[in-house]
């Protein structure tokens, strides 16, 4: 009888345990001595690889959304030039505000955009020179808005001709006048009409 228990407890622990070979599937193998360490080694290599496409695109796109920002505030700045040449202009062929002899009827302050230009410079005496204050200009527009502009008219004999020559010179920024010296991204772009 104990021969025949002894054979039963032996099938009993045979049936109760599991397969070798489905316990091998799920362990770690054993690397070689050499492997030690090589999926780390592969592992940290194809993230940084992932890394520096990541940070290089990043870097590309960075630059682009830069670009084409500088790209539209000059355009900005040549509008704002551009406005307040085509102001003066206005104002000198309309009302001969910058002549030597003004007509009579010119209202003043002389406005550009609802700014006044100042003509403290102008003169009764060729040749003068008229500098504008600095104008905030599209105050009332949005986008752009408070974009600084500044006109210079000049006015000058030619000596050959005898003929009044004008030069009108706007400078447009494209930022307000008040952060022009504080702002790092300003830019500058001006207009020049001779006439």
């Known amino acids: 009888m104990k021969e025949q228990r002894t054979t039963h407890n032996a099938q009993t622990k045979d049936r109760n345990r599991v397969p070798w070979s489905l316990v091998s599937r799920f362990l770690p193998r054993r690397a070689k001595r050499g492997q030690r360490g090589f999926t780390l080694l592969l592992a940290?290599?194809?993230?940084?690889?992932?890394?520096?496409?990541?940070?290089?695109?990043?870097?590309?796109?960075?630059?682009?959304?830069?670009?084409?920002?500088i790209g539209r505030d000059s355009q900005f700045a040549f509008y704002a030039a551009d406005t307040a040449a085509e102001c003066a202009l206005y104002w000198d062929f309309r009302y001969g505000y910058f002549a030597t002899s003004t007509l009579e009827g010119t209202p003043d302050p002389v406005t550009c955009d609802g700014q006044p230009m100042d003509a403290s410079?102008?003169?009764?005496?060729?040749?003068?020179?008229?500098?504008?204050?600095?104008?905030?200009?599209?105050?009332?527009?949005?986008p752009p808005s408070d974009l600084c502009a500044?006109?210079?008219?000049?006015?000058?004999?030619?000596?050959?001709?005898?003929a009044i020559r004008t030069v009108v010179h706007a400078n447009g920024y494209s930022t307000s006048c008040a952060t022009i010296t504080t702002n790092p991204r300003a830019l500058e772009r001006s207009v020049e009409l001779h006439y």
């Open 44 to 69: 940290a290599l194809i993230s940084s690889i992932v890394l520096a496409l990541g940070s290089s695109i990043f870097s590309i796109a960075q630059k682009q959304v830069t670009l084409s920002s």
């Open 121 to 142: 410079g102008r003169s009764d005496t060729l040749p003068y020179t008229m500098i504008s204050q600095p104008m905030d200009l599209f105050t009332s527009a949005s």
């Open 150 to 162: 500044q006109v210079t008219v000049t006015k000058s004999l030619d000596d050959t001709t005898g």
